[in-house]
């Protein structure tokens, strides 16, 4: 039909995001009713819309009115919409395909890859057709498709062209490809997205009527017929207006009569824009011109749509990376042969990944070295808090399975497998440990010798029920060596007079010749009553121990004294002097009992911590003699006389008897003794803090001159510088002549002091040795 219309429209928009079922997260209808004058130059007035099934909008009923619209303008109304739907998207994601009970979303990184499967679906929930459905997804790099069926993959996007859906039809789309994984980091999955349209609202709003008025009338035509008092009447409807206009009614009467003349209703015909419509002729009689009244009723045509496009979006998701790192230590790298010992055993898993891992599976071998472990004492904590006994599944079979090479030739082993979630998901946040804990016993270890025993792990975890399953093995692996290493010591002491009055010097030798360094040694002593320990000193090699404290208390025959040494190396010898000081003398064999030595584990490390050893000590001092030079000389004649006697005792040792028969010999009154000491310990030629019947001599020998000086100096001061110089030059050829008969001179002191004996003393530490000894059996004086 020619001609404008009233034109009525219902369109309705569709924003909405969903799970990935297909379930409502958010979404909003938005509606817009639109009444259009599309005329060019007629108004329309009157306008009444009236709707159907307007239950699920806000519009507040079933009618509209609007007044009326100028050419070419229009009315709208929004409205929105909620409860309904029309299209359904749906997506299943599944990093682990071969098991169908449940989709997972968790990946185990690998070198070749693992599968996924991507499945998506739409149905028209609607009772009508929805057309032009579009489904795109958004992949990340990690995902790659080979063969994407229906749909097409263009970069990273694939789109999925479905077309027309009818009423409850419902279209899926299934394919399978690939997930590279190589970080720890969880990944975006991306999104799958889908868009429609139909020729139907979503609301199901409908227009049940749609009608306005614009310029129409209908008149009469009256002709008198030939005879007289008779009329002919037609009646005509003309639309002078640009719309098409479908006549409803006309009706006509005459003034004063109930009949109808016409009765005419929804004529079939729709009257054209600027057209008339005209009825039949009717002859009516009246005795003069007759009177009607008109009823008119006429809508302009009315042009209806109704239409809907949405559009849908999944929840994003995420893949979680399952990752983890398994160590494995031992308490111990070493175990003694032949000694039953006790080895503490520690897994950490630690969850390196993005997912929180809920399943785990412990394979541990445990070696033929060890029994097998008590499985009820296994401790296990997840986060530092011990896991329900229910949750864990441990058992011991016989053999290891890990390892190849490096096995215990004393058994086959065992075979640990731990099981931890039996019960339900563990709970092992990324970033947290879990400690696994057990003790091994080690009944008695054979000797092997280069044999080293390797005891790996290996565990497998999920963060899902049947999700990928990660496979790692132990990146510490716990070794174990058999050490055949057995311990060998010498101890002893020396208790000797020194010069003074109950004064005695004290050294206690400890040697450790085993194969390993020895920790926590102490060696012990008693002091009798009423003596005190002066100053002591530890040495060890030669060299001052620092790391050493000593502890002493009353006890039964004395004091109890006990030196603490925290390592004694291999081959390290120890050596702790001291001076006691106290009334009377010190019997000699009670003087040298040794009282006794403790020491702890053995230096598994078998690391040399201690300061690095010197020469022995005897050859170092003979190398001193033997390079003794005038600057020796020089040395002590810079020795002031404020030296007080209780610093040279300390800088030197003697024998009390050599001392009185050298002060004898040279015709020294023993009232000067004290004074005759801090003279001699200048004549320390070899440095060894013992002066021997030469050295004496010498000191003696230069006592007399100085004493002759000094009377010639009161006598003439005239000629004391010539005398000195005299003197010094004496002195000094005396020191030179001892310095270089040292050796003859100590061996003629021995065979003079003690022909009659069958012993003779060491000159470094005074002990008492048989006359035909090679060596000094407590500091290993080498006898020339």
């Given at each position: 039909m020619l001609g404008d219309k009233l034109e009525g429209t219902l369109h309705e928009v569709e924003k909405a995001t969903l799970t990935s079922e297909g379930e409502i997260v958010k979404q909003t209808v938005k509606g817009v009713l639109t009444v259009n004058n599309p005329s060019s130059e007629d108004r329309i007035y009157d306008i009444d819309v009236m709707l159907d099934q307007a239950d699920a909008t806000d519009i507040g009923g079933d009618h509209v009115s609007v007044d009326e619209l100028e050419a070419g303008s229009n009315y709208s109304m929004k409205y929105k919409v909620t409860g309904k739907r029309m299209l359904i998207l749906r997506e299943r994601l599944d990093t682990n395909p071969a098991r169908s009970q449940e989709n997972s979303l968790s990946v185990a990184p690998s070198e070749d890859g693992g599968p996924i499967a991507l499945e998506l679906e739409v149905e028209n929930t609607a009772h009508v057709g929805i057309n032009g459905v579009v489904v795109t997804r958004q992949l990340p790099d990690e995902i790659s498709f080979e063969n994407t069926g229906n749909a097409a993959l263009e970069g990273n996007e694939l789109t999925w062209t479905v077309g027309d859906l009818a009423a409850g039809e419902k279209q899926v789309l299934s394919i399978e490809g690939k997930i590279m994984v190589s970080g720890t980091k969880a990944i975006d999955a991306g999104v799958a997205s889908a868009t429609y349209t139909s020729d139907a609202t979503l609301s199901n709003l409908n227009f049940r009527e749609l009608d306005a008025f614009s310029r129409g009338f209908s008149y009469?035509?009256?002709?008198?017929?030939e005879r007289p008092d008779n009329w002919i009447c037609r009646t005509t409807f003309e639309n002078r207006s640009s719309f098409a206009v479908d006549l409803v009614k006309l009706q006509v009467r005459m003034k004063g009569s109930d009949d109808l003349l016409f009765d005419i209703g929804d004529v079939p015909q729709d009257v054209k824009p600027h057209g008339k419509w005209e009825s039949?002729?009717?002859t009516v009689m009246a005795l003069s011109k007759p009177d009607f009244t008109t009823n008119l009723a006429y809508t302009i045509l009315p042009r209806a749509s109704r239409s809907t496009e949405g559009s849908l979006s999944l929840q994003p998701k995420k893949f979680q990376v399952v990752e983890?790192?398994?160590?494995?230590?031992?308490?111990?790298?070493?175990?003694?042969?032949?000694?039953?010992?006790?080895?503490?055993a520690c897994l950490t898993l630690t969850n390196n990944g993005s997912a929180d891992i809920n399943l785990m599976r412990i394979t541990d071998d445990i070696p033929g070295l060890f029994e097998a472990p008590d499985v009820s004492k296994i401790t296990i904590k997840v986060n530092g808090k011990e896991i329900d006994s229910e949750q864990i599944k441990a058992e011991i079979n016989a053999g290891i399975t890990l390892e190849k090479n490096n096995r215990s030739p004393d058994g086959d082993g065992f075979t640990l497998t731990i099981t931890v979630g039996a019960r339900g998901p563990v709970g092992l946040k990324p970033g947290k440990s879990m400690t696994v804990e057990y003790e091994l016993n080690a009944p008695g270890p054979t000797e092997h010798e280069n044999i080293t025993v390797s005891a790996p792990a290996r565990t497998e975890f999920s963060a899902e029920r049947y999700g990928p399953v990660c496979t790692r093995d132990s990146s510490v692996v716990p070794s174990i060596n058999i050490i055949h290493n057995r311990r060998k010591f010498g101890?002893?002491?020396?208790?000797?007079?020194?010069?003074?009055?109950?004064?005695?010097?004290?050294?206690?030798?400890?040697?450790?010749e085993g194969d390993t360094g020895l920790k926590d040694v102490t060696l012990k002593d008693v002091i009798p009553e009423n003596f005190e320990i002066k100053d002591w000193i530890v040495r060890g090699n030669g060299n001052k121990r620092d790391d050493c404290e000593m502890t002493s208390e009353a006890g039964d025959g004395g004091t109890h004294l006990a030196w603490h040494i925290p390592l004694v190396g291999k081959g390290e010898e120890i050596m702790i002097s001291f001076d006691i000081t106290g009334p009377g003398a010190i019997d000699g064999e009670l003087g040298n009992i040794f009282h006794g030595v403790h020491f702890g584990d053995e230096d598994e490390s078998e690391i040399e911590s201690l300061p690095e050893t010197v020469e022995d000590a005897e050859e170092t001092k003979e190398e001193v003699v033997e390079e003794a030079t005038e600057e020796t000389s020089e040395s002590e004649e810079e020795s002031t006389d404020d030296t007080t006697e209780e610093e040279?005792?300390?800088?030197?040792?003697?024998?009390?008897?050599?001392?009185?028969?050298?002060m004898d010999a040279a015709g020294i009154d023993e009232k000067h003794r004290d004074d005759f000491v801090i003279h001699a310990a200048n004549f320390d030629l070899d440095d060894n803090g013992y002066l021997k019947k030469a050295e004496l001599e010498a000191a003696a020998k230069a006592w007399n001159e100085n004493s002759t000086d000094e009377d010639s100096e009161e006598a003439d001061e005239a000629a004391e510088d010539e005398e000195a110089?005299?003197?010094a030059e004496a002195e000094e050829e005396a020191t030179e002549e001892v310095a270089e008969e040292a050796t003859e001179e100590d061996a003629a002191e021995e065979s003079s002091d003690e022909s009659s004996s069958d012993e003779k003393a060491c000159p470094i530490c005074a002990v008492m040795c048989p006359k035909d000894a090679t060596t000094c059996s407590v500091c290993s004086f080498a006898f020339i």
């Open positions: 009469m035509h009256v002709q008198e017929d039949e002729e009717r983890a790192d398994l160590e494995k230590t031992y308490s111990t790298s070493g175990l003694r042969s032949f000694r039953a010992q006790q080895v503490g101890a002893g002491k020396m208790t000797q007079k020194i010069g003074g009055k109950g004064r005695h010097e004290v050294l206690i030798m400890f040697n450790n040279a005792e300390n800088k030197v040792s003697w024998r009390e008897d050599v001392l009185l028969r050298v110089s005299e003197n």
